[in-house]
């Protein structure tokens, strides 16, 4: 397989160039790695005269990759600038655009990635302040609206005062490699989403059912485990349709 990662870091060696070589070297000697350190290039719109040299170059080798590891640092609770200002001027390459302005997918379609960012602040101060959110929240915006499909996402916490990744995140990261190693998936996961959600459910009624019928006993009697399946069944389906009512069906007409 061939991948390609993608570093839009302010550091060529930093710590979160560190974390994607950690992803890099795991993967098999079979496959093909090559890194684009996005600084080296000299970005900027095309125009209708002329497209972007560095643009072109980039985009011939992600389209010779099955695999892209967008790899771009948090900076000021966003995405670095570095990586923004490649995809800005990547949209009418990465999505076709038609009359009404829909973005739809482009020729990547059904590729895959990998996500990575870093921050400053530790994991605990991340999963309070979700200071990393929008920076894979950008990614998924752009590369999910290309048609992609995401394999995961990794956060290097904890940047601040130290010159080296953390140990912890390197076999985080070697993890990483090794599954995404030689493993093209088919499918985005969705069916995995929707068996998630139907056992959500099934836990939330149960407690919520339960303690109604302990507290109010609200269930007629005997009928308890056929009212709460029932109502499980029901609602998946009542809560899945409006769901993929407003995930898919809606997003393709507008
Ligand atoms: C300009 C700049 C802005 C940053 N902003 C944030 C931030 O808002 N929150 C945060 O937790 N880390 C922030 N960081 C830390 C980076 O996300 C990153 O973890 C750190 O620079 C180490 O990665 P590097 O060695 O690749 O530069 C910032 C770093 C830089 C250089």
Redesign the pocket.
Known sequence: MRYLALLG???R??????YLDAVTAALPDSANVETVFLRDYDIYPDTKEQSCPALDEIEAKMAASDFWIICA??????M?GVMKQFFDCMRFRLVRMNSVADTLPGKYKDKHYLSM?????SST??LATG??DQTFVTIDRVLTGAGLIKVGEFV??G??GT?KPRPEKLAECTRWGKKIANRPRKDDNTLKRYILLFIMIAVMALITMGLQAWWFGVFAAGKFWLTYATFVVIFYVLLASILHFFTFVRHRRR
């Open positions: 870091s302010h550091e060696h930093g710590i979160t160039a560190g640092p948090t900076y000021w609770g966003g670095s960012t870093s921050c400053f602040i101060e991340n200071i990393t290097g916490t940047t601040w010159k």
